[in-house]
């Protein structure tokens, strides 16, 4: 029952991660389309579907809270602040998207929603950034009573709980990976979007620039990974890692094919493997741990709820998405249809 | 100020900016499903008009709810892990549901939106129509779980653990079918009280053109019977709440009624403010009986009192009793409103135009939301000091996390800026849509 809700957990973070990710990289891509009608274009197809996309990342909430409870306080206790930080980044990405969208009137206000826009599209995927580090620290045990945590009194160190786990060189490097993943998936999602030739040959450039960033900044988090002792690059030799690269080997293979044949929906797989790829890459190497927390770590066994919540969460996810994900489908088909074309 | 008492603070800022968009979302489509019917059966500009007026409304006010509900289920775990580990596995249920029944209301919302021409107009109109059905649902089902932490149910407590879980029980907690009712029919109450205030102010404005005066005209007929049904079912939703708490958390209804001593054939206090040293209310008027009556149906009945609890197990009492005041006060007064208007309809139509009644409405715009703060301030105020009544204490489940001062200002600066921000916005399309009708007017 507990791997079923977890194979749920992953799904709903994967569904997340492609379909948040592109909304995301979305904003950062905006900051650097070079001019308004690609940016009006852009802001146009992400307008229907951003808040469905939006709600897989409740999904992994719900998740966590019914399922894992003791992974989800301990996440939002260990991980307080980068988590803060995203919630306020996806409060203002929110509010100005639709403010942008909606104001009829915006005068000089309009400068400031595309600032804020952007902005925070960049900061909320580096805060997830930050809080995957975070999850593949080694956190300190915490004093169980309140009192023994307040400052001033003995054992008390802020930074040692509170900060250290999710912050440095890996962590900085965890959140600029993400950042560019998402703008990569973005400019991905996006090219099948643009029509004319001249803007999908600026889009194909950003589709290298952010792969490439994002290439570079992966090897730059296994290595930093690697000498902090927190991705034990031995374990890439694991099956199932192995596996999980030479998917993203062909991801990529298939993608720059895609890209020379300019088909739209094998890019946009290809990406997906890739996606997939990384976060098969990341659970594998984390299974069957969800918190390194001491003394004991919180594993898929150890912190799942009770089995009779576990089943009826396991039936009520099954019964929800078979309900969603046709919807889902209806929902991006009905908005796929390009501008030329003539309504339905 | 303790860290318990700013995380407390921080929740009752965030889920009082959140009742504001997610009630509207629950109710706003239904408007817009009827001028849109309207329109689709008359062929009528001014309901077209009205219903793209109404979606953009609602479009803004929808994606503040979103995101600031996706930072609610957050910031629960994040202020209150005592109680969310022992919640997630009872109470998930309607939790899981409610997120589902939100991904759904998105889904649709988008569906309507953008599908108008992209869309038959029959599954263009039953998606706006699934947008309000989907956000009533994820408003019920998010209600069981407060319910539940009035009236805990389903599962065993022992050593600060709990067994022996049942999910399904938990959620059919006897609190919440009323409870759930009386939400609903305040969101009903304070959405369409907010948006008739709007258009009678809209029609107060001097030299008016006939467009936009249709406009609102238009709006108000919609909008006014949902405003009077709801507020007229209201009253007595509220008086069978407070009758099921007399028996439920006594100490509750002692603290909204500021009655600290227990006795037979109570009196109800009426205005008044509460010493909570000297334990008495001080220029109150009371009606002699009427509170025996209202929470048990006889007039001698006994009423329990506060100094039938230890003293750390009062909730606030000035705060509950105040806030419950102001509810039935406004209740009361929009029930009022309503039976004028239920009168002028069969007596007196001319009332129904007059300035006099619009200028009274859009008085009365933001009553029905200060009306349902002031409830979920007596609801929620009104269990301290129990996080889950009679066994989770608030400060055992507050987080250990130092520093929540900061957490709240940095929340009360970026949720005063969001509501200063969709308000002004609000505006702006309620005086960009007025211009257009008066556009279509002379074509």
Redesign the interface.
């Known amino acids: 029952m507990a791997t079923l809700t977890a194979l749920f957990l992953v799904t709903a973070l994967t569904a997340y991660v492609v379909f948040g990710g592109a909304d995301f990289g979305g904003g950062i891509l905006e900051a650097t389309l070079p001019h308004a009608g690609l940016k009006a274009r852009l802001q146009k197809v992400i307008?229907?579907?951003w808040?469905?996309n939006?709600?897989w990342?409740?999904?992994v909430?719900?998740?966590l809270?019914?399922?894992f409870?003791?992974v989800?306080?301990?996440?939002?206790?260990r991980l307080?602040l980068p988590?803060?930080l995203a919630?306020?980044a996806?409060?203002?990405?929110?509010?100005c998207?639709?403010?942008r969208?909606?104001?009829?009137?915006p005068g000089g206000l309009s400068h400031v929603y595309s600032v804020a826009f952007r902005a925070s599209s960049a900061v909320a995927p580096f805060a997830f950034g930050l809080i995957v580090a975070g999850l593949l620290s080694e956190h300190p045990a915490?004093p169980t009573k309140?009192d023994d945590?307040?400052?001033g009194s003995a054992g008390y160190d802020?930074y040692d709980f509170?900060v250290a786990p999710w912050w440095g060189v890996f962590a900085v490097l965890c959140g600029l990976f993400i950042a560019a993943l998402f703008a990569y998936v973005a400019a991905v999602f996006f090219y099948g979007e643009v029509h004319t030739a001249q803007d999908r040959a600026l889009i194909v450039k950003r589709i290298y620039a952010f792969l490439a960033s994002t290439f570079v900044l992966g090897g730059a988090v296994l290595l930093t990974g690697h000498l902090t002792q927190r991705v034990p690059l031995a374990a890439g030799l694991h099956p199932i890692q192995i596996s999980c690269q030479l998917l993203a080997a062909a991801g990529l293979f298939s993608l720059v094919r895609a890209i020379r044949r300019k088909r739209v929906w094998a890019m946009r797989f290809s990406v997906g493997a890739q996606v997939l790829a990384i976060l098969g890459g990341w659970f594998s190497a984390q299974y069957p741990i969800l918190l390194k927390v001491a003394p004991e770590p919180l594993t898929l066994h150890n912190a799942a709820?009770?089995a009779?919540?576990l089943l009826?969460?396991n039936v009520?996810?099954v019964?929800?998405l078979s309900?969603?994900i046709p919807?889902?489908v209806?929902?991006y088909r009905?908005?796929r249809?390009s501008d030329g074309n003539p309504?339905? | 100020m303790t860290e318990l008492s700013w995380a407390r603070s921080s929740m009752a800022l965030s889920l009082g900016f959140h009742i504001i968009f997610a009630s509207v979302s629950m109710v706003l489509p239904f408007f817009m499903a009827c001028a849109h019917r309207h329109y689709l059966k008359t062929g009528s500009t001014t309901h077209l008009r009205l219903t793209h007026a109404w979606a953009k409304g609602a479009a803004v006010l929808f994606a503040t709810g979103a995101v600031s509900g996706t930072a609610l289920s957050f910031q629960l775990g994040l202020l209150w892990p005592g109680f969310m580990v022992h919640a997630g596995p009872i109470i998930g249920m309607p939790f899981s549901l409610e997120g589902a029944a939100f991904f759904l209301e998105a889904i649709f919302f988008g569906l309507f939106i953008y599908g108008w021409d992209r869309l038959s107009p029959r599954a263009h109109f039953a998606s706006g129509v699934m947008v309000g059905v989907c956000g009533l649902a994820s408003g019920i089902l998010v209600v069981a779980a407060n319910a539940w932490m009035n009236s805990p149910a389903g599962f065993v407590w022992e050593n600060g653990q709990a067994s022996e879980i049942q999910p399904w029980v938990a959620m059919f907690n006897r609190a919440w079918p009323l409870q759930a009712a009386h939400m609903l029919t305040a969101a009903v109450q304070a959405t369409s009280f907010a948006a008739a205030g709007l258009h009678a102010f809209g029609l107060l404005h001097k030299g008016l053109k006939p467009g936009p005066a249709e406009l609102h005209r238009a709006a108000l007929r919609i909008i006014l019977p949902f405003a009077v049904v709801s507020s007229l079912c209201q009253p007595i939703l509220g008086d069978l709440s407070a009758k099921a708490i007399a028996v439920r958390q006594p100490e509750k209804l002692a603290a909204m009624e500021a009655h600290y001593h227990t006795a037979s054939g109570a009196g109800l206090y009426v205005g008044g403010w509460v010493d909570e040293q000297a334990e008495t209310v001080r220029l109150g008027v009371q009606i002699p009986y009427a509170l025996s009556f209202l929470a048990h149906g006889d007039p001698s009945a006994e009423v329990i009192g506060l100094d039938r609890f230890a003293r750390q197990d009062r909730p606030p009492v000035l705060i509950t009793h105040l806030a419950f005041q102001v509810m039935v006060l406004l209740g009361t007064l929009l029930a009022g409103v309503s039976v004028v208007w239920l009168f002028a309809r069969k007596f007196k139509r001319a009332w129904l135009d007059a300035r006099w009644f619009m200028r009274l409405l859009s008085l009365l715009t933001p009553a029905g939301f200060l009306a349902l703060e002031a409830g979920w301030i007596v609801t929620e105020v009104g269990r301290q000091p129990w996080i889950l009544y009679h066994v989770i204490r608030t400060k055992d489940a507050v987080t250990n996390v130092p520093g929540q001062s900061i957490t709240f200002l940095a929340i009360g600066l970026l949720y005063a800026v969001l509501f200063v921000m969709t308000f002004l916005v609000l505006a702006r399309i309620f005086a960009a849509e007025q211009a257009k009708s008066t556009l279509e007017a002379q074509l």
């Open positions: 307008a229907p579907v808040e469905a939006h709600v990342l409740i999904a909430v719900v998740i809270f019914v399922g409870p003791r989800y306080t301990g996440v939002l206790t307080y988590v803060s919630l306020m996806i409060l203002v990405r929110g509010a998207f639709t403010l969208k909606y104001d009829p009137s915490l309140l945590t307040s400052p802020y509170y709820a009770p009779v919540t009826w969460l009520g996810l019964t929800v309900l969603v919807l889902l209806v929902l009905v908005f249809a309504p339905e």
